[in-house]
């Protein structure tokens, strides 16, 4: 997907016009593209019913009966026989089939049938018993490639075959519903991918990526997508909101037993890095460099453990892990020229048949980054008023981190257990920055001019635990389940600020300032929360659930200013401070469920009561509050076919304003931008509603994902901006009137048989509205966005695999205060993906052009200004040439990226108050060599191979 826009410059109807005529031409060439799916005319449908019986004449229950086109093959519908042994075969065409019927311990049955004009009785079918032989069963596995279920769907990973050697994630880009980013990022059905677990255990904590960039496609037999309940709700059976949405691999009998893993190394340069970023950046010279690639991982599981090691380096932009904490990161992905290193182990035990396990895993990362960024940014200044500023940052960064988890359940008798989840990470990063940003008015007159150098050094401690225990009361549905949550953050900064700021005064002459100063930073973090709750089974399909929860925190934050001046160090009082922050609230409630077989409802209210006092230090002065809620939320599920789903959340929650938002410090760090606290702010209160609709076919590969959501919040925390006659900004949190945000994403896929392709086509809209001061006068925002993506792939891959698409985001923007900043934009992306598949041998490539709305550049010289220079489009394209060797456990891969020596990381986006385009040299032209050596079984699992099956 495409970022938003950039520039600015007084709107015009021709301009309106021109981008919803663009918006509708588009989308209405998608729906005809559509349209080729669908025939011209409705036909008429007719059933197919039969029963199914022994040959002692015996009824068969749950009787797999098929209808295949008599053409292809191809599976059209099915259905299980009842307690009678009867079936219907639903909405069939006219046309020649196959009826085809299995049952295990039964020989399979296949005969012709014809649909004409009417109804079809095919009569009693009689199956006849033999030895079970799984593999002698003639409807194949590949024809069932999802199974929609209440809660979860599965995937059938045969019916998705993946070339030799590929991994994870290449699997997942080829289920339909599931997206995997070019940073690893997994989306399914809308809802980013929190979790990846195997074997329904966690693998290396929290990180999806590990998984999915290191495991083995062929060593997985099945995909499960589904909302994982918190450990809470796990124990009382009643949901409470905090699930994520998990991908669980389920794997092949082989991979569950024995060891398997992978080493690779590569080795390359770059090209022509001169010709793409000149001969210099900076002071710098710029060259070619020796490019590196490692990666190795190793993995032994048995029924009842399972151990992994993994490591990697490399200096191409290929972390290959999360990065969760340590004080951040500088870049990495496309941001940049990023070196980074990992190692991590993970282990998971089960200990004899009771529900006890431990789980838990070590993770070091680090990452250095080198960044050299421009910025072009028209912000809004008050009525008629803007400016425009132009930037240039460099900036290297360094950072290191390391991350332990661990995950155990203890049972102590069946309904009686604990279960603890803890968290500990310790990073260190460091930075150097040099930053020139010059701001002018939309008409070209100068307002000031800095040039800053930052020298950060910081360090971060963090650790939280979790235990929840359940104790069953006797037989009558009655638990008691109690949490406590701990968790402690400590934080250490230092930075060392120098900076020359010139502002031009209207009245004429400059006034310069130059700051040289230390900056420290230190932070401590305490929360603790306790909840304790009673439920109760009401009958065969109620709970009830009475609780209560209590939690704390305590903030602590102090920060020390020096003024350098030659070889002294002078405390800056006006600076330096320190805030100490207590937040604490107690609820009670009750929660109701009913759980059904295809549904499931809960219904909860609770009070809260919430207190917050904030005293800052040196000052004498005290912040009290207390606040009364009541909250109520309802989540709703409903699976009223086999194939489709609805579910529905309402949830009402409060959120406190954070330490930084409540300090009255003043962070000068970006000298032009100040930033104060604010302790007077109120909490926001906040309704989120969602809903969602997921309907799978089975054999037809018809599938449909619609999402949508309504935020509306009360008190919520904006920003209030104060410029001077020069562009200097001070910036506060205020608490504004409501706003309110709603999108609503829609997913179609769909194949057309006789063109031998797969569509896809994905919607998402969205719209929000809020709030901001500039110069103590009141701005509304209001934004729109319309992405369109529309997508072709083929759908037998045994030769080729060719996927070809655009992606069209529109954006509308609107200032109520100044509507000459009005905009609308278009970006656009088109790609194609190929690999090409000659025995032994493996071709891709890989094209990605990113193209950027060119009116919104001009716009900003139209106001009488200097004019932003046309944005440059971004194409890039690579490609590889692989060959397989000894049996598939060898494989030498020449790989060639950026051919056009394009490369760079564009992000054009939009705010409350702003349009920006942020430019980040990036990594380009270069070449590799690499070699893969598979360990452990030999030419894989056995699973089918590429043409084992169609894809989609």
């Not at 089939?97 to 049938?113: E, N």
């Not at 994630?169 to 519903?177: K, M």
């Not at 006797?474 to 934080?491: F, I, K, P, T």
């Not at 094209?847 to 009488?864: C, H, L």
Request: contains cysteine; negative net charge.
């Amino acid at each position: 997907m495409t970022n938003s826009k950039h520039c600015v410059e007084p709107n015009r109807t021709g301009t309106r016009r021109g981008t919803g005529a663009r918006f509708l031409a588009i989308t209405a060439a998608a729906a005809a593209f559509l349209a080729m799916g669908t025939p011209a005319g409705a036909q008429q449908e007719y059933d197919v019913r039969g029963s199914v019986a022994d040959s002692a004449s015996g009824s068969l229950e749950n009787a797999m009966v098929v209808a295949l086109s008599r053409e292809d093959s191809v599976l059209v519908k099915y259905a299980l026989t009842n307690s009678s042994g009867n079936f219907v075969l639903e909405n069939l065409l006219p046309g020649e089939y196959i009826l085809q019927v299995t049952l295990i311990g039964y020989a399979a049955m296949r005969s012709d049938f014809d649909v004409t004009d009417a109804d079809v009785d095919l009569g009693a079918v009689t199956m006849t018993m033999e030895a079970i032989e799984v593999d002698s069963l003639v409807v194949s596995i590949e024809h069932v490639p999802f199974i929609n279920r209440r809660d979860t769907l599965s995937y059938n990973i045969d019916a998705f075959p993946t070339p030799p050697n590929a991994l994870v994630e290449d699997l997942l880009r080829r289920l339909p519903g599931i997206d995997v980013d070019t940073d690893g990022t997994i989306t399914a059905q809308g809802q980013e991918v929190q979790n990846v677990l195997v074997e329904g255990k966690e693998f290396f904590g929290r990180d999806p990526r590990i998984a999915t960039r290191n495991l083995p496609a062929d060593a997985v037999k099945q995909v499960d997508v589904y909302d994982k309940q918190s450990d809470m709700a796990e124990f009382t059976g009643i949901p409470d909101g905090e699930d994520e949405r998990t991908i669980d691999l389920r794997l092949r009998e082989e991979a569950r037993v024995g060891y398997f893993g992978r080493a690779t190394g590569g080795f390359g340069g770059d090209v022509n890095n001169a010709g793409r970023l000149g001969p210099s950046i900076g002071n710098d010279p710029v060259g070619n460099h020796l490019r590196y690639d490692g990666r190795f991982n190793l993995n032994r599981f048995s029924p009842t453990q399972q151990l992994a090691l993994t490591a990697n380096t490399n200096n191409v932009n290929q972390e290959g892990f999360s990065w969760e904490d340590g004080g951040g990161r500088g870049g990495g992905g496309n941001d940049g020229f990023t070196e980074s290193l990992g190692l991590g182990l993970n282990g998971s035990r089960d200990f004899g048949s009771d529900n006890t396990w431990l789980r838990g895993s070590y993770f070091l990362s680090a990452v250095d980054n080198e960044q050299n960024r421009t910025l072009q940014q028209q912000a809004l200044f008050g009525a008629n008023v803007a400016s425009q500023v132009d930037e240039t940052r460099d900036q290297e960064s360094g950072n290191n981190n390391h991350r332990l988890n661990l995950n155990g359940q203890y049972t102590f008798s069946p309904g009686h257990q604990l279960r603890i989840r803890a968290n500990v990470n310790a990073g260190s990063s460091s930075s150097e920055s040099f930053q020139n940003r010059v701001t002018q008015t939309a008409n070209g007159q100068p307002l000031n001019t800095a040039e800053t150098t930052n020298l950060v050094e910081s360090s971060q401690q963090r650790g939280d635990v979790r235990l929840t225990w359940r104790k069953r009361l006797g037989d009558g549905g009655r638990s008691l389940v109690a949490e406590y949550r701990g968790a402690l953050q400590n934080s250490d900064r230092v930075t060392d600020l120098d900076s020359k700021i010139t502002g031009e005064s209207r009245g004429g002459g400059d006034q310069e300032r130059h700051i040289l100063q230390e900056q420290n930073n230190l932070g401590e973090t305490w929360n603790n929360s306790g909840r304790f709750s009673l439920t109760q089974r009401l009958g065969d399909s109620f709970s009830m659930e009475v609780f209560g929860r209590a939690n704390t925190v305590d903030q602590d934050q102090d920060q020390s200013v020096y003024d350098l001046t030659g070889d002294e160090r002078i405390r800056n009082p006006d600076l330096s401070s320190g805030f100490e922050r207590a937040y604490s609230y107690i609820n009670a409630g009750t929660r109701l469920s009913r759980n059904s077989e295809n549904s499931w409802v809960t219904l909860g209210v609770r009070g809260q009561r919430s207190s917050l006092k904030g005293t800052i230090v040196d000052r004498d002065e005290t912040i009290t509050s207390g606040y009364t809620h009541v909250l109520a939320n309802l989540d709703f599920r409903w699976q009223f076919k086999e194939d489709q789903t609805i579910s529905f959340e309402y949830d009402g929650s409060t959120n406190e304003p954070s330490l930084t938002e409540l300090q009255p410090f003043v962070d000068n760090r970006d000298p032009i931008n100040v930033y104060i606290g604010n302790p007077d702010l109120q909490p926001e209160y906040t309704h989120e509603f969602e809903a969602d609709y997921r309907f799978f076919d089975q054999f037809s590969f018809l599938n449909v994902f619609m999402r949508t959501g309504f935020d509306y919040t009360t008190n919520p925390i904006a920003r209030a901006r104060v410029f001077d006659d020069q562009g200097f900004q001070t910036i506060t949190p205020i608490n504004t009137d409501p706003e309110w945000s709603a999108n609503t994403s829609f997913s179609f896929g769909t194949p057309i048989r006789r063109l031998g392709v797969d569509v896809d086509l994905d919607y998402r809209i969205s719209y929000s509205k809020g709030w901001e001061q500039v110069n103590r006068q009141t701005n509304q925002s209001r934004e729109l966005r319309n992405s369109v993506e529309a997508s072709l792939e083929n759908r037998t891959k045994d030769r080729f695999d060719l996927r070809v698409g655009a992606n069209f985001t529109f954006n509308d923007v609107e200032y109520s205060l100044n509507q000459s900043l009005n905009r609308d934009y278009v970006n656009s992306r088109y790609f194609a993906n190929g690999t090409l598949y000659l025995g032994a041998w493996t071709f891709g490539s890989t094209f990605n052009w990113r193209v950027y709305d060119e009116d919104i550049y001009s716009q900003g010289g139209q106001a009488g200004g200097e004019s932003y220079s046309p944005g440059r489009d971004v194409a890039r394209w690579d490609a590889s040439a692989s060959r397989r060797l000894l049996n598939d456990r060898v494989e030498l891969q020449i790989d060639a990226y950026d051919l056009l020596n394009q490369n760079q990381a564009v992000s054009i986006s939009n705010s409350a108050s702003f349009i920006e385009e942020l430019r980040t040299e990036s990594l380009g032209q270069y070449f590799m060599v690499r070699i893969m050596y598979r360990l452990g079984m030999r030419g894989g699992f056995g699973r089918p191979g590429r043409g084992g099956g169609r894809g989609r």
